[in-house]
């Protein structure tokens, strides 16, 4: 407000800023204001709530025109006690304080990628922000796709004037030959050496892609990483804020430059408010209006879990995805929207899918699936209500199974049943091939596995032959040992190291739990469950489970023959059972059903289960 008659207001969307200019002239500024999400520059002045709009000059501008170090503040009164410090609005001249109005969660009309990432990582933006104004260097560790949108924010919020360190063009690149054009990296390092000498007090160097000019490990320089270590060393004295993927880095004689480093990953659960700088819910700000009008019975408490391993630009890619996706269908419910987030992370990895077996479809083992289901339950906070939020978020959660026993018995369908109770995504990686020969590269796998677990959260990654890559540690020198020693280190690195806020979970599965190394099977890394085969009641289930699945009718007397007859069996026996009678009935019309059949087909696979354990005699 810059005098008596006079409102100048903050909108978020252009249809906000219509809507407001569209107003009734005889309607009050208050009813004017409550009709969309407005902003202001100065403390709500209760004085001209009761004004009618044809008799103030209302001055609308747009949201993402106002610097985001511009104090702003609600287009609606509220308590004195709310308003954060610094921010008091002066006592009302006359009458009594307004009543304060029931907090009923604001969503924005509209976000663009840059005011996501600006909200989501508000808190990060202002610490790097806060070392640039103290003149000392950063290294941001994130995701590519967020480094366009951080630079500007950051280098906004710091006060400082920021050079960008772009790529010239090969036609205006005075360092070339028409016999020997320069390659991009060249380019970049010349354009470097320029803005290092260029460079003055009050101003600071932005790299974005630190780790593709000087990437790598730090037993293999190249050349041009050993220059670029050279230049930022010798013009020390200069302000940088690099940024790098982590999935590249940088070698620690270059990172050991910056006197912070920083790491962005995922989405918080909850950001500063734009307002007063209050907690609210990433389920609140980065979603728009239109999206939680569309949703019915939207809980934006239940959306980080969805969204907890995607940036700010995934969410409202995920969000954007799902709305055009149920915009025009009958009723979609937040359930949908959950549904439609984790089919779009699922279609982001080809590694990553969503499962569709259910304990329902696993028969018997009722005590692994009650051991299952109390960890479960821990996890999804439907159980110990008392129990401190801070012992819930840490102790009381395993950081994943290890199912153990003989082959057939069903390890992996158990861990995809849990990634289906947990809504989760699942990926099921191959211990071996994981291995590598090359020094470095099955810990480089097990990172970038881990990495991507998190992007696709909620996610189950299933280690299948996990004694292949957690075997014992041994003291022996071979080139073997060493890499299978770094393995499993880095596997207790990333069990130790994740967010308790990303909810993913580890399962692995082997035949031989004596060779797994016994730091991973620590009570607080791994939860060791057997699923050996299947007692007499489980033999019945699973019987039961797959003849319907096969459609195959089994009188109650022939179910009992088959219990007895697969005494010592597994899971799979079973189903290559029925499986069998299934075929030949469709092939060559022998019923399904019949005893003198699933005899046969009992027969033929003892037959085949003995001659194979005589051969590997």
Not at 476 to 481: K, N
Not at 552 to 571: C, F, H, K, N
Request: aromatic residues 6%; charged residues 25%; proline residues 7%.
């Amino acid at each position: 407000m810059t005098d008596g008659r006079q409102i100048e207001i903050i909108a978020w969307s252009e249809a906000d800023r219509a809507r407001l200019y569209g107003a009734p002239r005889t309607a009050t500024v208050a009813e004017a204001l409550r009709d969309g999400a407005f902003l202001l520059r100065q403390p709500f002045d209760r004085r001209l709530a009761d004004l009618r709009v044809g008799d103030v000059d209302l001055v609308v501008r747009m949201q993402a025109d106002i610097s985001l170090d511009e104090p702003l503040y609600r287009a609606v009164p509220v308590p004195r006690q709310a308003q954060p410090p610094g921010r008091q609005a002066p006592a009302p001249s006359a009458g009594p304080p307004p009543p304060a109005r029931e907090a009923v969660p604001s969503f924005p009309e509209q976000l663009n990628d840059r005011s996501a990432v600006g909200l989501a990582y508000a808190a990060e933006i202002e610490t790097i922000a806060s070392f640039l104004r103290q003149g000392l260097s950063v290294l941001v560790s994130c995701e590519k796709l967020v480094v366009e949108q951080l630079g500007p924010l950051i280098a906004e919020r710091s006060g400082r004037q920021a050079v960008v360190l772009d790529t010239p063009p090969e036609d205006s690149d005075p360092g070339a030959s028409l016999m020997m054009p320069r390659s991009q990296r060249q380019r970049q390092l010349a354009r470097l050496r320029e803005l290092l000498r260029e460079l003055k007090d009050g101003m600071f160097l932005i790299v974005p892609h630190a780790d593709l000019l000087a990437g790598g490990p730090d037993n293999q320089l190249n050349s041009e990483t050993r220059e670029v270590v050279e230049l930022l060393y010798n013009h020390s004295e200069h302000v940088v804020l690099a940024f790098a993927d982590p999935s590249i880095g940088l070698p620690e004689v270059l990172a050991s430059r910056f006197t912070a480093r920083i790491g962005l990953a995922g989405s918080p659960r909850t950001v500063p408010d734009p307002v007063d700088s209050h907690p609210r819910l990433l389920g609140e700000v980065l979603v728009t209006r239109p999206e939680r009008e569309l949703f019915q019975g939207y809980d934006p408490d239940e959306f980080h879990k969805h969204v907890a391993g995607l940036n700010p630009i995934r969410v409202r890619q995920a969000m954007r995805y799902a709305f055009h996706q149920h915009r025009g269908r009958e009723k979609p419910t937040g359930l949908d929207l959950f549904k439609t987030i984790r089919g779009f992370k699922a279609q982001m990895s080809a590694s990553f899918e969503v499962p569709n077996v259910s304990f329902d479809d696993i028969g018997g083992y009722h005590e692994v699936k009650k051991e299952i289901d109390d960890a479960l339950k821990i996890m999804q906070g439907t159980t110990a209500a008392d129990a401190d939020e801070e012992l819930l978020q840490s102790d009381l959660i395993p950081r994943g199974f290890i199912f153990h026993g003989p082959p057939g018995t069903g390890k992996t369908l158990f861990a995809k049943a849990i990634a289906n109770r947990l809504n989760a995504t699942i990926m099921v990686v191959s211990g071996p091939e994981v291995t590598d020969k090359y020094v470095g590269e099955g810990e480089r796998k097990i990172r970038e596995l881990f990495a991507e677990a998190r992007r696709n959260a909620p996610s189950v990654i299933v280690f299948d032959e996990f004694d292949a890559i957690a075997g014992r540690r041994t003291g022996r020198d071979d080139g073997g040992s060493r890499a299978g020693n770094a393995m499993v280190a880095q596997l207790l690195t990333e069990l130790d190291g994740f967010r308790e806020q990303v909810p993913f979970l580890v399962v692995g599965t082997t035949n031989q739990l004596t060779l797994i190394d016994p730091a991973l099977l620590r009570p607080s890394r791994f939860r060791g469950i057997r699923i050996g085969e299947p007692d007499r009641i489980a033999r019945r289930a699973i019987i039961e489970v797959h003849a319907r699945r096969f459609k195959i009718d089994l009188a109650p007397q022939l179910i009992d023959l088959m219990v007895d007859a697969t005494e010592l069996r597994s899971g799979d026996d079973i189903q290559s059972l029925l499986r069998d009678a299934y075929v030949g009935q469709k092939l060559h019309g022998r019923p399904a059903g019949d005893s003198f059949v699933i005899g046969e087909l009992v027969g033929r696979m003892n037959r085949a289960i003995k001659e194979h354990r005589e051969s590997s005699l």
